[in-house]
């Protein structure tokens, strides 16, 4: 399972659009990029998940270079709700799914 | 739609009591999973359930036992329970394949004193 390693904690303002990057080296060919959210007192949350390139749903964007040794999880104008958790995981979907200790986003108004 | 129910919500043992943590979906998934998450880290896996009939130990184990009752159903058991015990527990559930994903319950909140 590949480690990954990012940020332990971002600040940022109410409508700014933030970015957390995930590096993941040694991330295998079979491995998907997933992203979860988890607000306090409540459990992790799914948010996005690629493979490659860049990927874009109603809630965030994920871009994913070529090499795959990194990703960068975007999230367009955040607001004081996007204060939370943010997990970077990488694997294939298999059964040991690992959590790292995320990146801890806090929005300021 | 419920997802992933967990009970009870909260609570509070004394050492060497024993316990069930309950956890159930509706989402009709094959695999199922307990963990737990100490103040300020990330989740750490205990044990899984790919499919009905079926578990194995995830990365802390000691001192738990799980049951797969159905498909809808995965217990997790402390026999004795013990201080360094005290933890918020999270079920999860995901259907099998490279894209499964986690949907995850509430949490139970326990504390051992």
């Known amino acids: 399972l590949a480690k990954t390693t990012q940020p332990i904690s971002m600040d940022s303002y109410e409508g700014q659009e933030v970015n957390i990057t995930c590096s993941h080296n040694?991330?295998?060919?079979?491995?998907?990029i997933t992203w979860y959210q988890q607000f306090p007192s409540q459990g992790p949350r799914f948010i996005i998940q690629?493979?490659?390139t860049k990927v874009t749903n109603e809630v965030a964007s994920l871009f994913i270079p070529a090499d795959r040794k990194s990703s960068t999880l975007s999230l367009p104008r955040v607001s004081l709700s996007d204060t939370a958790v943010y997990y970077c995981?990488?694997?294939?979907?298999?059964?040991?799914?690992?959590f790292g200790a995320g990146t801890r986003l806090f929005v300021k108004a | 739609n419920a997802g992933v129910t967990q009970t009870p919500k909260f609570q509070v043992l004394k050492t060497g009591q024993s316990m069930t943590l309950q956890c159930a979906q509706d989402m009709n998934h094959n695999s199922m999973y307990w963990y737990r998450q100490d103040p300020g880290m990330g989740l750490r896996l205990i044990y899984y359930?790919?499919?009905?009939?079926?578990?194995d130990k995830g990365e802390v184990p000691n001192g738990y036992n799980v049951s797969r009752l159905n498909k809808r159903e995965f217990s997790l058991r402390l026999e004795s329970a013990a201080p360094s015990q005290t933890s918020v527990y999270f079920c999860?559930?995901?259907?099998?394949?490279?894209?499964?994903?986690?949907?995850f319950g509430d949490g139970t909140r326990l504390s051992i004193l």
């Open positions: 040694n991330i295998a060919t079979n491995d998907y």
């Open positions: 995981l990488v694997g294939d979907g298999g059964f040991k799914t690992i």
């Open positions: 690629g493979y490659k």
């Open positions: 359930s790919a499919s009905e009939g079926t578990t």
């Open positions: 999860a559930s995901s259907s099998l394949g490279p894209s499964g994903m986690e949907h």
